[in-house]
């Protein structure tokens, strides 16, 4: 997903009764989604294939919004480094939503899984050519996919022996994490390239738009942040087509 802009929502009023830091509702969340997963597994609910996929999907959404950080910061922003997001540390990027959530209910329905990391704060008039190295910082999202998908590919071929890779003998457990770790990261960076907000392929719409048009533009984004869903939904088997184009020539390479 798109990087965050600059600024954000202040914290509520105080409540009554004990409040978690926002770090302890992650791992709370996460501990639980843990036990339901084990739940569902041990009950012959979900494979294990779903659970294998699940699982390095997180990894890639992390490193995807890491990439938007690093980018903004050689390019003169460093408000991410600044908030501690340019760290490995899965907490600080986790949310519970986008990155637990969503990618385990999809993962489960059968309609491919995506989802999104807290947003990496950038801003963007801090970069040294604003409008020109925002779609940089954008589209590096995708790339960090395609690379991680690239070097997943490299990676099962080593540890995977031919007569597996030609289809002779089921993958063992190393190779299949870097079999579906590579499949993730495809669909994750084909699906951030969808042109829409709040996908990072919006960049691109927004550099052409005239400078005049860019406050409204700006002012309709909070209301378009479910409509790569929506497209998604509409568009399903398109959607599965391309997807399963991508995914056989990817694999036709690791023969």
Known sequence: ???????????????AGRRF????????????????????????RITSVEIIYF????????????SHGVVALAYGDDTAKRAGRLTLNPIKHVDPVGTLLVPAVLSLSGLGAYGWAKPVPVNTNRLRSPRNHTVVVSLVGPLTNFALAALMGLCFVLVTPLATRQG????????????????????????????????????????????RMLPEY?????????????????????????IGHVVNWWSGLLV
């Not at 802009?5 to 202040?10: E, I, P, R, S």
């Not at 699982?55 to 890491?66: F, K, W």
């Open 21 to 44: 830091h926002p770090n302890q509702r992650t791992v709370i969340i996460a501990v639980v989604a843990v036990a339901i997963i084990a739940f569902l597994l041990a009950t012959s």
């Open 1 to 15: 997903m798109a990087y965050g802009g600059y600024g954000g929502t202040g914290g509520g009023s105080g409540q």
């Open 168 to 211: 002779y003998a089921y993958p063992g457990l190393i190779s299949q994490i870097f079999l579906f770790a590579g499949i993730a990261n495809i669909v994750l960076g084909l699906f951030n390239l969808i042109p829409c907000p709040p996908l990072d392929g919006a960049s691109v719409l927004e550099r052409f738009l005239p400078e």
């Open 55 to 66: 699982l390095v999907l997180v990894p890639s959404i992390i490193l995807h919004e890491i």
């Open 218 to 242: 700006y002012r309709l984004q909070p209301f378009l942040m479910f409509l790569p869903f929506i497209l998604i939904l509409v568009f399903h088997n398109e959607w599965s087509s391309l």
